[in-house]
């Protein structure tokens, strides 16, 4: 690990100021920790957030939910309204890590974190990511890898929070140097094929001061389902959330988001569009969850996710049915 200076500012303004070329943003430090152990980084400079006044809050105004990026995780679970209106963030946020490592993540780190592809974080590898010709998951080992949209980097988004703030409808208020920004969570995700060695928007020197989510209409609910190989600290083989539009037991809009599938959160708007105007019970969530897979592009040892995501599409619809206001 290298030597770095450490910068501990009070406003946004002298957090922008402080992020100089060469300079990183540290919130909870859990995911910068490992790239740094890993050699993947090496900052000259460590803006650390944590003293920055206000970019902890969870408060309902305005337009909806709008919470601060040094929100820890274990926070966003515990948080009452978020239980309530916005369950899936709630539970996305509740099944991420370790309790542990849940008190000390923040959601703004959550949907910023490199993924966990393990040629990536190998300093043995040179892949894509970094500048390299090959992916090496393509031939490698790629159980875990992703099952949509992998041509070009395999990796899977690694945010359980991304995939909830994408169902709910969420956007991101950013500073920088230049005009403080807003952009729907929507667009914020870089697929490989435009840009490989970054996943999202954020520009140099940028910092994501807010994130807003619209309140849920009338009528709506959302879930969060996970399915991992154990009962622990696992990053998910799969992992679904759904926020369900209701008109009496018909679905008058869905959206439903796939994390763990691709190398950005993926929309899965086949089987939205397959809800749509339909009663929700178990053979048309079942027959949404068939088209929300159709035309993923398994790789050699990971065929298995495709029948996972079936599965967890499918009771991510119900339970989404089951929580709505
Ligand atoms: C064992 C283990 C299991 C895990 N399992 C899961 C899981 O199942 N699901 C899941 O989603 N995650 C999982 N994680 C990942 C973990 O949740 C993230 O590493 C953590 O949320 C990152 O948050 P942080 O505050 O520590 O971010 P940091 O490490 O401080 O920052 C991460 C990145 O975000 C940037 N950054 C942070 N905040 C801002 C901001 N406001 N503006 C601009 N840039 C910013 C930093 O510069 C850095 O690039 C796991 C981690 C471990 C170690």
Request: proline share 6%; hydrophobic share 45%.
């Amino acid at each position: 690990m290298n030597r770095f200076a450490w910068v501990t500012p009070s406003t946004i303004e002298e957090a922008v100021g402080a992020l100089e070329p060469g300079a990183l943003v540290k919130a909870g430090g859990i995911d910068l920790m490992d790239l740094l152990k890993e050699g993947l980084i090496a900052p000259q400079r460590l803006v650390n957030l944590r003293a920055v006044e206000g970019l902890d809050r969870i408060e309902e105004k305005d337009e909806g939910l709008h919470v601060g990026p040094l929100v820890t995780l274990a926070r966003l679970a515990a948080n009452p309204i978020v239980q309530g209106r916005y369950r899936a963030l709630a539970d996305a946020a509740g099944h991420a890590a370790t309790p542990q490592i849940r008190n000390v993540a923040t959601v703004g780190g959550n949907l910023l974190q490199r993924p966990r592809c393990w040629y990536f974080r190998s300093e043995a590898f040179v892949c894509k990511k970094k500048g390299g010709g090959r992916c090496y998951a393509h031939g490698g080992e790629n159980a875990y890898h992703a099952i949509m949209n992998n041509k070009t980097c395999a990796a899977v988004h690694p945010s359980a929070t991304a995939t909830a703030l994408l169902a709910l409808g969420a956007k991101l208020r950013i500073a920088g140097p230049t005009d403080a920004r807003e952009v729907p969570l929507e667009t914020f995700f870089v697929a490989p094929e435009v840009d490989v060695m970054r996943e999202n928007a954020l520009g140099a020197g940028e910092i994501i001061t807010e994130i807003v989510i619209p309140y849920p209409p009338s009528e709506a609910g959302s879930a969060y389902l996970k399915q991992g190989e154990k009962e622990s600290f696992d990053w998910p083989l799969a992992e679904v959330a759904v926020l369900l539009e209701r008109d009496g037991n018909r679905c008058k809009r869905a959206i439903i988001v796939l994390g763990a599938a691709g190398p950005v959160p993926v929309r899965a708007r086949t089987a939205e569009a397959a809800l749509a105007d339909k009663v929700i019970d178990d053979a048309t969530a079942r027959a949404a969850a068939k088209a929300a897979v159709q035309g993923a592009t398994p790789l050699e040892q990971n065929a298995y996710k495709v029948t996972i995501f079936e599965a967890i599409v499918r009771r991510t619809i119900l339970a989404a049915r089951g929580n709505t206001a």
